[in-house]
């Protein structure tokens, strides 16, 4: 088992800045990818960025790129966000996920494990 802790929601205006971290605990991360993915109201379940725990690899969808960035912290097991230039339509629910694989998919489905979610509302 994986555990998931996310944080570092909130308000914030358009423009501005906010920093998610997901703290993971319970099993080694090597062969993991983790993903955050984010959820608006009555909207499905959407992919953002994801990081291969093992060298470092990254990718984004199209919308984040260029304004957010995913990094880690390997001493701490932690993944961050961080979030730049945000718009309203970035308000969601964000969610950190981890895939006990080394293959790369942005269907949340296949991801195993998953946090409670942090809100990010960003105002116009």
């Known amino acids: 088992q994986v555990q998931l802790v996310e944080s570092g929601g909130g308000l914030v205006q358009a423009g501005g800045s906010l920093r998610l971290s997901c703290a993971a605990s319970?099993?080694?991360?090597?062969?993991?990818?983790l993903g955050w993915f984010r959820q608006a109201p009555g909207k499905e379940r959407e992919f953002v960025a994801a990081?291969?725990?093992?060298?470092?690899?990254?990718y984004y969808e199209d919308s984040v790129k260029g304004r957010f960035t995913i990094s880690k912290d390997n001493a701490k097991n932690t993944v961050f966000l961080q979030m730049n230039s945000l718009k309203p339509e970035d308000t969601a629910v964000y969610y950190c996920?981890?895939?006990?694989?080394?293959?790369?998919?942005?269907?949340?489905?296949?991801?195993?494990?998953w946090g409670q979610g942090t809100q990010v509302t960003v105002s116009s």
């Open positions: 990081i291969w725990w093992a060298g470092g690899s990254r």
């Open positions: 996920a981890a895939r006990a694989s080394l293959s790369f998919t942005t269907t949340p489905s296949s991801y195993d494990y």
């Open positions: 319970g099993r080694t991360l090597t062969r993991y990818v």
